[in-house]
Every structure is written in C-alpha cells, then in structure tokens.
C-alpha cells in the first residue's frame, strides 16, 4: 500500500460545479499537507499549504485536513475551465518536513 | 519574477552514457530539491541541499545518481551509465528556507535509448 493515496480520475465536471478532491494517507506522521495544480507540460503549482487538522480557504478553494481520518480534501468552488489540471495532494512529516511524499494526482477537466 | 529554470528541456541518450541535468534556482533561495515523476505519478524525492550542503540523498535510487551544488546556487544532477529504467521528468524544486513553500521547475524530460 502506498503512503499517499489519490483516485487518478479522471474527473470531468462542467463549468460552475463544486469540485471535489480527496487524499488518504496511511503515515499517522505527516504534519504538513500540501496541494499542488499541474497544468500539461508544466511544474506543479503550489495552490495550499497547511498544517495539522481544520479548514483553510483561499478565494475558490478550500482545503479540509482530518487527521483521525487521514483524508485531506481540497474543493473549489465556481469552476472554472482553467481549473482544468492535475492535482496532486502531497505532504510531510515535521522531522523531514522538506521530503515531499505526493498522490499520483487527479485529471480534473471543466467544461464549458 | 524568474522562476525556477531547468535545462535541457528534454534530453535523449543512449543507454551507459552520463548525463547531467541543471536547475538554477529562484534568487535568493537557500533550499533545493529534486524530484523524479514518472509518467501519472506524483514526483519522488531524490535529494535536499540547504545551501551547499547536501542534507539528504536517501532518495537517490543507487549511486549511478549523485547531485550538488557547490555554490549554493545552481545544482547538477548527475547519472552515470545511464539505463531505460532511468527515463523520466526530473524536476528541481526551491524555497525560501527549509520546509517553505517549494516552487517546482518545468523539468528535464530524460530518454534513454
């Protein structure tokens, strides 16, 4: 079983829907989670970054961390097509908290 | 502002060849990773400098893999005698400090024949 858990999709939704991406991990260590948007040729794209249990919003995305369940989700709101990407969930530990341990990511397309 | 800058673009190889790949950080970034990704996979840490030091290789595959970054700056990834298992994109990532936001290159897009 891999650490990081993440459904490949793909995920195709139109446009305005509330979108939904999950991660389960199984490492009760990792502190710090992460979420990524990788546009097609491209690097991914830090879009969240926090650390421990509860919500955190930034504009149309929203990202939940459950640590007694350890599911990570990141929703955006208001979907747009260029949301269209891959996102990829990722996190760390606080003793190797540089060591990225990433999902295979998700293929999210909005259409318009 | 530059972001992160790798090179080559894409590099094709025959098989026992050497290879060295660049990443030229963000300015001002004291942190340095590289990744490797296959193919709709996640990138897999390889390797961490904080400035010139090497801090952690655990995630080099074998000892065909090295990497450094002698000025604290730019860094070179380097696989001898290369094999087709070795194909793959190889990202470098930077950051402010230590366990901050890491901010990904492009990639090389590594062949080998």
Redesign the interface.
């Known amino acids: 079983q891999k650490e990081?858990e993440?459904d490949?999709g793909p995920l195709s939704v139109p446009e305005g829907a509330i979108v939904s991406l999950n991660c389960t991990y199984s490492n009760s260590a990792f502190q710090?989670f992460?979420w990524?948007r990788q546009y097609s040729?491209?690097?991914?794209?830090?879009l969240m970054?926090t650390y421990s249990s509860g919500n955190k919003e930034d504009g149309r995305f929203t990202a939940q961390v459950d640590k007694s369940s350890k599911y990570i989700s990141l929703f955006i709101r208001d979907s747009q097509p260029s949301d269209s990407a891959t996102y990829?969930c990722?996190m760390?530990t606080r003793g190797?908290?540089?060591?990225?341990?990433?999902?295979?990511?998700t293929l999210l397309t909005v259409n318009p | 502002g530059a972001g992160?800058s790798q090179s080559p673009r894409y590099k094709v190889t025959k098989r026992g060849q050497d290879v060295a790949l660049r990443c030229d950080p963000i300015s001002g970034h004291v942190?340095l990773?590289w990744?490797r990704q296959a193919l709709?996979?996640?990138?897999?840490?390889l390797t961490?400098f904080n400035y010139e030091a090497q801090?952690?290789k655990?995630?080099l595959p074998n000892d065909r893999f090295s990497a450094e970054r002698p000025e604290g700056s730019i860094s070179t990834l380097t696989i001898q005698r290369t094999e087709q298992r070795d194909s793959a994109m190889y990202?470098c990532?930077s950051?402010l400090d230590?366990?901050l936001?890491?901010?990904?290159?492009?990639?090389t897009r590594l062949s080998i024949l």
């Open positions: 990081v993440q490949p710090y992460m990524y040729r491209k690097g991914p794209e830090l970054y990829l990722a760390s190797s908290n540089y060591k990225l341990t990433f999902g295979k990511g | 992160v942190s990773y990744y709709g996979q996640g990138p897999e840490f961490y801090q952690d655990s995630g990202r990532a950051s230590e366990g936001a890491q901010h990904f290159g492009d990639g």
